[in-house]
Every structure is written in structure tokens, then in C-alpha cells.
């Protein structure tokens, strides 16, 4: 049996697609389309038969009788201030790292070790470093006298957030370290080397040449530093267990879905997060998409 | 007092001597053309005059200032970069007056400043566009406007056409020779395309190894060069060069006797009167050949001719040797033909075999 040419390459773009868009569907759409759904009832988590469906009534209760979930996104911001500071950071050893050095590519390396550390493992790491006979401890007590000592994980204090935060940009940095440093690599020396014959100094260098090249990319990190910041989860609930003032929307949806099954609450709470996402993702194509995108990279 | 001074200059990367010891000298208002193979230290040199590089030996001189200390921006120099380094970022006029507002020049100067280089380089239509938006040639003018207006001492070009086509290369050429022409800014300009040198220069300076091989002018370096590496980097086709043995003889002349050639040389074709026998290679340019209407001085059998349309080159073989001579485009010559060949003799270079160095 032979086929024409058309339909052979039809079949074989079909075969080809088969695999894939199965996936896409059983994996990404059935469960988006169900997590809508469990939104709209009180399901359990356990017993599907017994769940009714309850209209907007989930939702309303996100910014009524559920309130205090809802509030524990002002916890993202102690870590999106967090992440800016990292981004700054970064953003300045990333410069210095560029200028070639004599040991830069050691330091790279050592800044991008937590990021890709187990995160149970970052996780002990500073917790024991915060703890109270903790490293840190150990070294304020040099300045500040022995008997000095900080809880600086007390989940019941709202300042924890600000320890759990410098955890993130500790455990985060490298990330925007490499991807900073991978647009930086992208401006030729040349550029510098005029801007020098013309008077400019590091200073006017970096904001006149570096800064516009790189701020797309920095763009970009900033709004993945935000949406990350909405799903704050695994450093409070390594290092806090997630308890008290420590909690963020993230570990509340689990606990509310799992521990106290309420899942119809917990995806009213997915899909609340999930709309937030998508409204900053929109943000950013929107601002981006007028600009030169060559800068990114092909990132956006 | 020369406008442009280099003395002793070297400079060393690691174990590697990019530069050994360069004296030089140009006048106000010279076309320096620094020419040479990659790798022979001539883009370190311009570094150097610019103070982009740092840490060498010797001393520079621009206009009188000894320069040798100064920060690039105080060297009065400005440089148009292979790749033209132009702010991507930035429109063409804000490319042009980038120096100014760094030197917070105030905006009226400025304004007038970027309009007059943009007039004189046929870029005021294009004053709001990216350098993403310009051709490859409108770019170049651009890097030269951002030149311009600095008004420096000394303008420095890193090969700057050789990311251009062929076309636009030669137009781009005629266009700096004219630039040159009207505002006789002293130019250090850096190529490995002896084209270039010999068509913009009004001084080259052939450089090889980190040395200085032969300075001079276009002609100078074509008719009479220094030695052998000199006569074959210059030129194309390549000088013929017939190994062979020279005697004396009485007059001043001498007698070159080789690849079946017996020739009575001139004394004008030697600097200094051959006083002893001495192995030595001819050197005789392409079109100093011509078809012999006597006795042939040597008879070529053609491999192949390349017609360029004014000339025939004819490549064939001598006594086994490669030799091409350049022809009349009338002239019907065919492969397989044997060709009767007489030299212009009072063109003739003669190198010792063994050091190169011309006699």
C-alpha cells in the first residue's frame, strides 16, 4: 500500500504530535480543568460523591470568612523585597565578575552552588546558621558580647520573615547571577573601549552602555522574582515548618486542601494564584513587547 | 618636529613580544597606513597610541604632548573600531554627541555639533534611527561622525571596511580618501589589505613580527622594497622571484645569470655597487613583462590566463618555476602556448638569497 506525498506527511506529523499532545492534555489540561472545577464545589478531598457544587461561594469566602488566608500574600512582599535586593546584587557581582579577573570563574561557581543544592539540604544549612546557638549567633556574639542571643527564626515574630527572606536571595542569587552575567557576556568590549576614548568613566559606563542592554533581562527576572514571591514555599516550610507569622499563601493552601480538606477553599486559592500570575506574566509582554527583544536573548 | 612620535616603543603579553622596539614618525596631516599579516602587532600598536592598552615601553608622542602617561581621553584621539561600536541602544545622533554629554557639553553646541557631522557625512535623514536600521556603510559613517566631532589630534581607524562587501568597500575607500583630502586630520589607519595601504596612504608602514619592516610611500614601498617579504606582501600577483647568481661587472652594473636568464643588470637597480659574486633572487613584477619582440629574456609555457578585463594574467612555468606576466588583453594568448617574455630590467629588485635584505 503506498500513500501520496501530502498525506505521508500529514500521518507523519500526526504520529509525531500524538505522544506529546496526550500528554499535554491527561497532564496540563484535564487537571487545570478540574482544579476550575473543584473550585466550584466543597469536595473534600476525599469523598467525590458527596461534593455539591457552590457557585462563587469559595471565592467570596477568600475575601470574607476566609480572610486570614488571603492575607498571608503580604508575607510575599518581605520576600519580593528580598529578591530585589538579589537582583541588585547580582546584577553588581555579575559586573565584576565580567571584568575578567584572576579567579572569577571560582566565585561564579561558589555563588551558583546554592542554587543548585538540594533544597531540603539549603534548607538545613541555614537554618542551622540562624539557629540559636548558630553560626551567625557564634559571630555577633564577637561584637556583641557573649551573652548575646538572637532568635532569629521566632515564627510567632513577624521580623522572621526578613531571616527566611535572606535565605531565599542566599539560596536564589546564582540564578540571577548566571543569567545577568550571560547578557553581560553578550556587550563586546569595543562598546567600552570607545565609551572610554570618549571621557566616560565606570561609573557612566555602566548606566549609559550596560544598564540599557541589560535591563530587559533584568525585567524579566524581576517579574519571575515576583511571581516567585506569590509562591513562596519550601524555604519558611524547611526552615519554620511554615508555623505562626512565617506562613505564607502557598503553605496555606496545602494545609487547607490536605490537613483541614477543604480542597474547593484550596483551589479557589490555586486559582486566585494562578490569575495573579498570569495578569504580571501579561504585564511583562506587554511592556517588552514594544522594545527591542534581541536583548533578551530570545528569554521573552 | 614631527606631529606623531614613537620612540623604542614595545610591548609584551606574557612571553609574547607583540612589539619590539617601534620608532616612527608622521607629519600633520599623513595618512599612516600600519600594514601587515594578522599577528604582526599592528592593532596593539594602535591600542597603544589610544592608551586602550597599557603598561608598554617607550615613549608617544601626539602634536607635541608626550602622551605616554595619559588616560585614553585626554590623548586627543578617536577611533573608529572594526565593528564600529556603536551603542545599540542609542539613535544616531545620541551616538554622535555620546562624548558630549558625557562631557556635559551644553545642549545648543551639542545639537549644532551632531548636525554639521551628520551634513558632512550624509547622515541627517538618519538621525533618529538605531544602528539595528542602517546598512553597513551608513554604520561606518556614523562611528566617523561620532569621530568627528570630538575634533581630535589624531584619527585612528581598526580596519574599518573589512566588514563591508566588495562594492561598498571601494566606495566606502574613495569616500575616506576624500574625507582626508578636505579635512586633513593626520590619520593612523590599520589594515591587512595592501589595496588599502596603497590606494588611501600617504605613508605605509609594513610591519611584520612586531617589527617595522619598511616605511615609506605607496610607490616607494611598491618600486624599491626593503627585502623579500616587503616585495612579495605588496602586490598582486605576487612578485616573480628567480633564484640566481650575480657577478660584478664594470661599469657599476652586474650580471645576473639563473633559470636559463643571462641579463646585464643597470647600476640604478642596486643601492650599492655589487663588489663580489653573491647568490641572490630576482625580483621582477608582473607587468614589467612584456611579449618579446627580440631575443626573449625567458619563455613561459601557460598553465592558464586569468582575463580581468583590462589585462591577461598569464600563469605559466619557468624552468619549473611559477612566473606570471601581465599582458595585453589583445594579446591571444592560450594553455599549452609558449610564450616569449622580455623584462623591463630597470624595475628589477634583487634580494640576497640568503637574508632577503634588498642589495
Redesign the interface.
Known amino acids: 500500500m503506498t500513500f501520496d506525498a501530502k498525506f505521508q506527511r500529514r500521518l507523519t506529523i500526526f504520529v509525531f504530535l500524538l505522544l506529546p499532545v496526550t500528554m499535554l492534555i491527561v497532564l496540563n489540561i484535564y487537571p487545570l480543568l478540574q482544579l476550575f472545577w473543584i473550585s466550584f464545589t466543597d469536595f473534600n478531598s476525599i469523598n467525590w460523591a458527596r461534593a455539591k457544587f457552590v457557585g462563587w461561594r469559595n471565592y467570596v469566602d477568600l475575601f470574607t470568612f476566609d480572610r486570614d488566608l488571603t492575607l498571608t500574600m503580604v508575607r510575599s512582599l518581605y520576600y519580593l523585597a528580598g529578591s530585589l535586593v538579589q537582583l541588585v546584587l547580582a546584577t553588581w557581582f555579575a559586573v565584576i565578575l565580567n571584568q575578567r579577573l584572576p579567579g572569577s570563574r571560582v566565585f561564579r561557581t561558589i555563588l551558583f552552588i546554592p542554587f543548585v543544592l538540594n533544597a531540603v539540604a539549603a534548607g538545613l544549612i541555614f537554618r542551622n546558621f540562624l539557629e540559636l546557638n548558630g553560626a551567625l549567633n557564634n559571630i555577633a556574639q564577637l561584637f556583641m558580647g557573649p551573652d548575646f542571643k538572637f532568635a532569629w527564626l521566632d515564627s510567632g515574630q513577624g521580623y522572621s520573615n526578613f531571616s527566611l527572606a535572606a535565605a531565599s536571595v542566599w539560596r536564589y542569587l546564582g540564578f540571577n547571577l548566571v543569567v545577568t552575567f550571560g547578557a553581560l557576556q553578550a556587550i563586546?568590549q569595543?562598546?567600552y573601549?570607545?565609551?572610554?576614548?570618549?571621557?566616560?568613566n565606570n561609573w557612566?559606563m555602566f548606566w549609559?552602555?550596560t544598564f540599557?542592554?541589560i535591563k530587559l533581562v533584568l525585567l524579566l527576572q524581576f517579574m519571575l522574582s515576583v511571581v516567585g514571591s506569590l509562591e513562596v514555599f519550601e524555604v519558611p516550610l524547611l526552615i519554620t515548618r511554615g508555623a505562626g507569622e512565617t506562613a505564607t499563601f502557598a503553605i496555606k493552601m496545602v494545609e487547607t486542601g490536605f490537613q483541614n480538606r477543604r480542597a474547593g477553599t484550596a483551589a479557589a486559592m490555586a486559582v486566585l494564584m494562578l490569575v495573579i500570575v498570569v495578569i504580571v506574566f501579561i504585564t511583562t509582554r506587554l511592556i517588552t513587547r514594544s522594545r527591542?527583544r534581541?536583548?533578551t536573548g530570545g528569554l521573552i | 618636529m614631527s606631529f606623531l612620535k614613537l620612540e623604542n616603543v614595545s610591548k609584551s603579553f606574557g612571553n609574547f613580544k607583540a612589539l619590539d622596539n617601534i620608532n616612527l614618525e608622521a607629519e600633520a596631516g599623513a595618512f599612516v597606513v600600519l600594514l601587515g599579516p594578522s599577528g604582526c602587532g599592528k592593532s596593539t600598536l594602535l591600542r597603544l597610541i589610544t592608551g586602550l592598552t597599557e603598561d608598554h615601553e617607550g615613549e608617544i608622542h601626539i602634536a607635541g604632548r608626550r602622551v605616554t602617561d595619559l588616560d585614553p581621553k585626554d590623548r586627543k584621539v578617536a577611533m573608529v573600531f572594526q565593528s564600529y561600536a556603536l551603542y545599540p541602544h542609542l539613535s544616531v545622533a545620541k551616538n554622535i554627541s555620546f562624548g558630549m554629554e558625557i562631557k556635559r557639553v551644553p545642549r545648543a553646541e551639542r545639537d549644532r555639533k551632531v548636525t554639521e557631522a551628520a551634513r558632512a557625512l550624509q547622515l541627517d535623514t538618519m538621525l533618529h534611527r538605531l544602528p539595528s536600521q542602517l546598512s553597513g556603510g551608513q554604520r561606518q559613517r556614523v562611528a566617523i561622525a561620532r569621530c568627528l566631532v570630538r575634533e581630535p589630534d589624531l584619527f585612528l581607524f581598526d580596519e574599518p571596511l573589512s566588514n563591508l562587501d566588495a562594492k561598498l568597500r571601494h566606495e566606502t575607500r574613495v569616500e575616506l580618501k576624500q574625507l582626508h583630502q578636505r579635512l586633513k586630520a593626520t590619520t593612523i589607519y590599520v589594515t591587512h589589505d595592501q589595496h588599502e595601504a596603497m590606494t588611501l596612504a600617504t605613508q605605509v608602514v609594513l610591519m611584520k613580527d612586531g617589527e617595522i619592516v619598511q616605511v615609506g610611500t605607496p610607490l616607494e614601498l611598491y618600486n624599491r622594497p626593503a627585502n623579500r617579504f616587503a616585495a612579495t606582501f605588496i602586490g598582486f600577483p605576487q612578485i616573480n622571484l628567480t633564484p640566481g647568481r650575480l657577478t660584478p661587472e664594470a661599469n657599476g652594473g652586474a650580471r645576473f645569470a639563473g633559470a636559463g636568464m643571462d641579463l646585464l643588470l643597470p647600476a640604478t637597480a642596486f643601492g650599492a655597487p655589487v663588489t663580489a659574486p653573491v647568490e641572490v633572487e630576482l625580483g621582477l613584477r608582473p607587468e614589467s613583462g612584456s611579449l618579446a619582440s627580440g631575443t626573449p629574456h625567458q619563455s613561459i609555457t601557460v598553465d592558464y590566463v586569468e582575463p580581468t578585463g583590462a589585462d591577461l594574467y598569464v600563469n605559466g612555468k619557468v624552468e619549473g618555476r611559477d612566473t606570471v606576466v601581465r599582458l595585453d588583453r589583445s594579446s591571444g594568448v592560450a594553455p599549452g602556448d609558449k610564450v616569449p617574455v622580455q623584462w623591463r630590467l630597470s624595475d628589477a629588485s634583487i634580494f640576497d638569497l640568503k637574508s632577503g635584505v634588498r642589495l
Request: proline fraction near 11%; charge should be negative; aromatic fraction near 0%.
Open positions: 563586546p569595543d562598546q573601549d570607545a565609551a572610554r576614548l570618549e571621557g566616560a557612566q549609559r552602555i540599557p542592554t527591542n534581541e536583548n
